[in-house]
């Protein structure tokens, strides 16, 4: 069992910077592929970024320059530094820990935390 609790959402102006942090409990964090994900109200949860257990990085499109994901395995923690905030990057994220393939897709994720609210103003 994994358990992931996010931190470090807030309200922010665009054009500014947020730093989300995901703490894991459970030894064999370093084996996991750890995502996050963002989910606005009336959409889908859709992929923001993912780093694997061989450091392995991915990014959506959209944030893509403008966010970096990285890792401590040794404080079993993820992180993921938001830059250049923009209103559409209001939302709810979460992080998750999986071993799936498809790093993109939820369904390769097997435990979730509640989410931290990001809200970007205008």
């Known amino acids: 069992q994994v358990q992931l609790v996010e931190s470090g959402g807030g309200l922010v102006q665009a054009g500014g910077s947020l730093r989300l942090s995901c703490a894991a409990s459970?030894?064999?964090?370093?084996?996991?592929?750890m995502g996050w994900f963002r989910q606005a109200p009336g959409k889908e949860r859709e992929f923001v970024a993912a780093i694997n257990w061989s450091g392995s990085i991915y990014y959506a499109d959209s944030v893509k320059s403008r966010f970096t994901i990285s890792r401590d395995n040794a404080k079993n923690t993820v992180f993921l530094q938001m830059n250049s905030l923009e209103p559409e990057d209001t939302a709810v994220y979460s992080c998750?820990?999986?071993?799936?393939?498809?790093?993109?897709?939820?369904?390769?994720?097997?435990?979730w935390g509640q989410g931290t609210q990001v809200t970007v103003s205008s």
């Open positions: 998750a820990a999986g071993v799936g393939l498809y790093y993109t897709k939820p369904n390769s994720y097997n435990y």
């Open positions: 459970g030894r064999t964090f370093s084996s996991y592929t």
